[in-house]
């Protein structure tokens, strides 16, 4: 039996084990014992002379990932490593593919564990700023790799200033050189930086309380690393919260009258249940439903904003000022209002008292949104040839999405409910306007407009 | 408001993208830079709900002019608003970045004003993130439907990775909830992108040196469970996508029913497990070489979610059963509920040299239980399919008390 004394390093234990090689030692008389301090530098083998060895003849990349191997922190490494060198070098070339073999499995077994470490180290260092451009971190990988991974520190950091403190060994970046030093207990590294509170924002904000899976975050982000991440820290509140965060989300209520829709091909059996929809909460002010009415088969379709206080009492939609406006517009333009099926985006009125008065309020997206089940469903059963949109909301409505009326106003638009639609103003804009010369010249353009509507069809 | 109360905002909007990833690029860092990618992806951290956290992934701003319905951030919706500049976004990735908190930024957006401009605005951030703070980590965009083609060219020019999100299988479903969007101009996207990728790559060939463009590609995004579309529907769609644009990846993010979620959606939540079902069948299609046609088993089109896609395969295919672990093609082996492709690749080396046994499998850390039905070894008699095909039929039996129908707790449960 030959005790191999090296000081515990990967090239230490590489040059002895080449003196082994060549002197044909095999491994079952080798017993590997590590030295550390000063006496390791010579304590190659006393028996063996190191000086004949010979270049080794090795698979491609079995030093590389034997490097690897030995910052395993177990003392399992050595002779694992040696017994497969010398199987390697002893008619058995192939053995590395042989991935069933004892040796080879317990080799790809450390190579793995250590890899998993060099990973996890990547990803959990966590830099606290102590300087302009200068940082430390503190982290305790299960093996010894500091000095085998700094250089990828040094790769992704190099304009900084850093320092990477470990239990075993540290190492030092000045932008410049790498050096090390000796491990450093975690009392040493600096206690904390500001901008942890926003990352621990952000990790919060990220996390889905509806899914909680405390097992698959642990089996990845073992529990002995949270010590060394700031935002662990809140891990348990936000597992505390969790349940309450998710009852919120479902207590939130979804405004829609989706559920009040029924399925029907008879648009009365669906003004009937307009009647009723409580989809959000403009119905408790409002009077009642205003639901869309005219012929079935016009093949046009017009549709408002929402209805204004007459209509809101009268039931029937453009019965108030913009609709006696409208209907002008429209005998002017050459169009029969008794041909056209008009409805509204928004079916109640929304509005805000002041004194005896009923002020109109624009309808916000949410209740856009609410209502356009209805709208779909007057469609559905109309399948008009053309939309006709009258403002904003109406063509947010048609639309689904913000549209702006100046920029695409007058233009026959493709849309999933009809063959197209056409944007145009509210008559209302109308009134709204204090110079008399522009609500004229905006006017003519309206009649201008509704007339090509005439004309498109046909 | 504070950058604190954005961020929570805007984090908060961004987290129903499913993609993560930081794979696929390679950049070494530049003289006075900070960060590189070295191919691998990192993940620097693990939220309670299991996922990883790799980039700072944010919107730009939640505004947006669209009112797609399973959108939080749809017009229509109640949710805050916030908006980041395009200095703010580079600052906070750098402060992170240099912290060791992420990989880099994977920064969308809601549509503002209009797609050109809002795409400009992500644009600008990686620009500065490159060019000002030279910048050497990962960044993936989000193509923004309708962007033009020179604002997609300029985006690849500084985002490793690109995204036009599908969001639904079928074209009909886009037209019911995002009626302002449609799969032509999303595929529109993908095609302009697909087509600098290749310009790209064809430079590398002619001049050897590759011009920069998305070196990790492109990827989209499909939202399951929110409309009717069944897994055939998906998976005809991804592979169709595979195909004609080269797709990196296809993420399957299954409907969350969320806050001010909008009428026609479904209200209740899909099983989780069929979103994993399908990230299986994917995974099948791209590296185990099944078609998606053969992976949905049951009649309702759908694939099954007590078994996972492959077993549900063998279980309809006994015929092809036993496989020869010392004489199959790879191909063959590939089709072995138990066996990955790193163990096929193994047991395709290992036996040049040695006839193959179930020990050797043992060794691998393969389940025999799961494969000795569907295999022959060495050492294990004669092959005899009558018997494997018996043990197969005794699995059907009583599938309840095989340890690999584990799967079908969780497929009641949703949990995974």
Partial sequence: MIEARFDGTWEGWRDTARGLLANEIRPQEVLWTQETGQQALSGILATVDTGTSV????????????????????????????????????????????????????????????????????????????????????????????????????????????????????????????????????????????????????????????????????????????????????IPKLLAEAGTRVEVMGAARRE????????????PVLREAAAVCEGCDLHRHATRTVFGEGPLDGGVVFVGEQPGDLEDLAGRPFVGPAGQLLDEVLREAGIDRESLYITNAVKHFKFEERGKRRIHQTPRGVEIAACRPWLEAEMKILQPRLIVCLGATAAQSVFGRAVRVNAERGQFLPNHMAEAAFVTIHPSALLRMPDPAMAAAERSRFVEELRRVRAWLG | METRKKLEILADAAKYDASCASSGSRRARAEGGLGNTEGMGICHSYTPDGRCVSLLK????????????????????????????????????????????????????????????????????????????LFGGYIHLKAVPGASEVALALAGKYADRLSANIELPRAGDLVQLAPAKTHEEIEESMSRIQFRLLEAKDKTKRNGKRPFFAPAGQTTQMIVGATSATDVDILTKSTALYEDYKLRRVYYSAFSPIQHSAP????????????????????????????????????????????????????????????????????????????????????????????????????????????RPFVVAAGQGPANPDAARHKIEEKLRQPKQMELFAAAATARTGEL
Avoid at chain 1, 76 to 92: D, I, Q, S
Avoid at chain 2, 60 to 86: E, K
Avoid at chain 2, 319 to 348: H, Q, T, Y
Wanted: charged letters at 30%; one cysteine or more; a positive charge.
């Fill in chain 1, 55 to 234: 270049p080794l003849r090795v698979p491609r990349g079995f030093l590389e990932d034997a490097a690897v191997v030995a910052c395993h922190r177990s003392p399992e490494p050595w002779a694992v490593l040696y017994r497969l060198l010398y199987r390697l070098t002893h008619g058995e070339r192939h053995l590395l593919e042989v991935t069933s073999d004892k040796d080879v499995l317990e080799f790809r077994r450390m190579e793995k564990a250590v890899r998993r470490d060099i990973h996890k180290m990547h990803a959990f260092v966590r830099f606290r700023k102590t300087g302009e451009n200068r940082y430390v971190a503190w982290h305790r990988p299960d093996h010894r790799i500091a000095r085998i991974n700094a250089p990828f520190f040094v790769r992704r950091f190099g304009s900084m200033h850093w320092a990477i403190l470990t239990p075993d060994e540290s190492a030092y970046w000045d932008t410049q050189t790498l050096r090390f030093g000796p491990g450093v207990p975690r009392s040493e590294a600096p206690a904390q930086d500001d901008l942890e509170e926003l990352w621990r924002t952000y990790y919060a904000s990220v996390f889905n309380p509806a899914r909680v899976k405390v097992n698959a975050m642990v089996k990845e982000m073992a529990v002995r690393h949270w010590p060394t991440l700031p935002e662990a820290d809140i």
């Fill in chain 1, 256 to 267: 829609s009258a989706a559920p009040f829709v029924p399925e029907t091909v008879e648009l």
């Fill in chain 2, 58 to 133: 944010i919107l730009l701003t939640n505004y947006c002019i669209y009112d797609c319905a399973y959108c939080v951030n749809r017009i229509g919706s109640d949710t805050p608003r916030a908006r980041f500049t395009p200095q703010e976004v580079a600052t906070l990735t750098m402060e992170f970045y240099r912290r060791n908190y992420i990989e880099g930024l994977f920064l969308s957006s809601g549509v503002i004003q209009s797609a050109d401009y809002t795409m400009e605005q992500l644009i600008e951030t990686a620009r500065s993130l490159r060019e000002e703070h």
């Fill in chain 2, 264 to 371: 026609g959606m479904a209200n209740e939540k899909p099983p989780l497990v069929r979103e994993h079902r399908l990230y299986q069948a994917d995974w099948l299609m791209r590296f185990y070489g099944f078609h998606s046609s053969e992976l949905v088993t049951e009649v309702n089109g759908n694939l099954s979610l007590e078994h996972d896609p492959k077993l549900a395969w063998a279980l309809e295919h006994r015929e092809f059963f036993p496989v020869d672990v010392n004489a199959a093609s790879k191909e063959a082996l590939l089709r072995v509920p138990g066996l990955g492709v790193r163990n096929v690749e193994r047991i395709l080396r290992m036996r040049r040299f040695h006839k193959v046994t179930l020990e050797d499998l043992r060794r691998l850390r393969v389940s025999t239980d799961k494969v």
